[in-house]
């Protein structure tokens, strides 16, 4: 198989030990009516770390044969939300806790 590398979103992850399932979809064109479809397709990917999440936008390639089923390893996380989401939460808890300082430091 020669080289590959798809785009995708985690689907599944936590379930199998440095294990994600990845979904790659594609829009195709039905060949009589013109309209836009999307095909999907669900691959194992192997991740060394444990660090996918559901929703990441990730890169996978092709890789020799991990397992009976595994043939993609992770390339890069190209967009995490709930890593986002998590690091928005962090900036305004510090942002929060700054701004009770200041009131504290001005009252006493």
Request: glycine share 2%; hydrophobic share 35%.
């Amino acid at each position: 198989m020669p080289p590959m590398s798809l785009v995708g979103q985690v689907t599944k992850v936590g379930f199998m030990h440095k294990t994600a399932t990845v979904t790659v979809s594609r829009f195709i064109f039905h060949p009589k009516t013109g309209k836009r479809l999307e095909r999907s397709k669900k691959y194992l990917t192997h991740d060394e770390e444990n660090s996918l999440r559901m929703r990441d936008t990730v890169l996978i390639r092709n890789c020799p044969p991990i397992s009976a089923r595994k043939r993609f390893t992770l390339e890069k996380v190209i967009k995490s939300p709930e890593r986002e989401r998590e690091a928005l939460h962090a900036r305004q808890n510090l942002e929060a806790q700054q701004q009770q300082q200041q009131t504290a430091a001005e009252a006493a």
